[in-house]
């Protein structure tokens, strides 16, 4: 397993390291040591770990602010000295949450629920229960309703080249290079649509799959889509890396 420890105190970086090479729970075959929140954005960016340990305070700002820059879908374990932060870590993938000074048989309850945790989840049976969830809720919105001016319009699925979020706001951009401002939520309206027409790439685009022209793999994990039309943002449109697999089947399917 791949392990990354994201700390910026030498002396804790030092102890939790140990510990972890003395445990049997789970065999570590790489340890990557981030000191700030920046080394932590610039990693995640481009790579990934099994298993990440993250301290809540670091020296350039709160590790929690990596997520706004991020997808982290990878389980964490925070490790803090403060405690009035336990409500919001839980909104992520967390496992444990250790307050300093933590004992060995702290770290190795953490792990074995961790190891728990993965042993009974089956991602590949979870996409598939989300996906029958999916196409057997409530229908599919195949028209999206728009301002333009003063007046309303309509435009129909297969018109909508793809939706992105910029700010406070979400876009829809048709295939015919129109792009409007959408009242929803990129984390609502990919509820709402066919999932055999539009996907999710990443956290600011779900895309129609006719709007892709091009597919380039700069890497495993970095696999670019080329749109048309192209974003007003003048953006490049990466898969989030734990979607690449999925995405690309959905693009073949």
Same mark, same amino acid.
């Given at each position: 397993?791949?392990?990354?420890?994201?700390?910026?105190?030498?002396?804790?970086?030092? *102890?939790?390291?140990?510990?972890?090479?003395?445990?049997?729970?789970?065999?570590?075959?790489?340890?990557?040591?981030?000191?700030?929140?920046?080394? #932590?954005?610039?990693?995640?960016?481009?790579?990934?770990?099994?298993?990440?340990?993250?301290?809540?305070?670091?020296?350039? =700002?709160?590790?929690?602010?990596?997520?706004?820059?991020?997808? $982290?879908?990878?389980?964490?374990?925070?490790?803090?000295?403060?405690?009035?932060?336990?409500? /919001?870590?839980? /909104?992520?993938?967390?496992?444990? *949450?250790?307050?300093?000074?933590?004992?060995?048989?702290?770290?190795?309850? #953490?792990?074995?629920?961790?190891?728990?945790? /993965?042993?009974?989840?089956?991602?590949?049976?979870?996409?598939?229960?989300?996906?029958?969830?999916?196409? =057997? =809720?409530?229908?599919?919105?195949?028209?999206?309703?728009?301002?333009?001016?003063?007046?309303?319009?309509?435009?129909?699925?297969? /018109?909508? #080249?793809?939706?992105?979020?910029? =700010?406070?706001? $979400?876009?829809?951009?048709?295939?015919?290079?129109?792009?409007?401002?959408?009242?929803?939520?990129?984390?609502?309206?990919?509820?709402?649509?066919?999932?055999?027409?539009?996907?999710?790439?990443?956290?600011?685009?779900?895309?129609?799959?006719? #709007?892709?022209?091009?597919?380039?793999?700069?890497?495993?994990?970095?696999?670019?889509?080329?749109?048309?039309?192209?974003?007003?943002?003048?953006?490049?449109?990466?898969?989030?890396?734990?979607?690449?697999?999925?995405? $690309?089947?959905?693009?073949?399917?």
């Amino acid at each position: 397993m791949k392990i990354a420890i994201i700390e910026d105190e030498l002396l804790a970086v030092n *102890y939790l390291k140990t510990l972890l090479d003395n445990q049997s729970i789970v065999p570590v075959t790489e340890t990557v040591i981030l000191r700030s929140k920046k080394q #932590a954005i610039d990693f995640f960016k481009k790579d990934s770990a099994d298993l990440i340990f993250m301290d809540i305070h670091l020296g350039d =700002g709160m590790s929690l602010e990596i997520f706004e820059q991020v997808e $982290l879908f990878t389980p964490i374990i925070f490790i803090t000295a403060f405690d009035e932060y336990a409500m /919001r870590v839980f /909104r992520h993938f967390t496992i444990d *949450y250790l307050l300093k000074p933590f004992e060995e048989e702290d770290l190795h309850k #953490a792990l074995q629920k961790f190891i728990s945790i /993965r042993n009974n989840f089956d991602p590949e049976s979870t996409l598939k229960s989300i996906s029958t969830l999916h196409q =057997g =809720g409530s229908e599919m919105m195949k028209r999206f309703m728009v301002r333009e001016g003063n007046k309303l319009k309509s435009i129909d699925e297969h /018109r909508t #080249a793809y939706f992105f979020a910029s =700010g406070k706001y $979400l876009f829809l951009t048709t295939k015919d290079h129109q792009t409007y401002i959408y009242d929803d939520t990129i984390k609502d309206i990919i509820q709402k649509l066919n999932p055999n027409v539009f996907f999710k790439v990443n956290r600011k685009f779900i895309i129609n799959k006719a #709007a892709v022209t091009e597919i380039i793999k700069h890497s495993s994990q970095k696999v670019e889509l080329k749109l048309f039309p192209e974003p007003e943002v003048n953006t490049e449109v990466f898969i989030s890396k734990i979607q690449i697999a999925e995405c $690309l089947n959905w693009l073949n399917s």
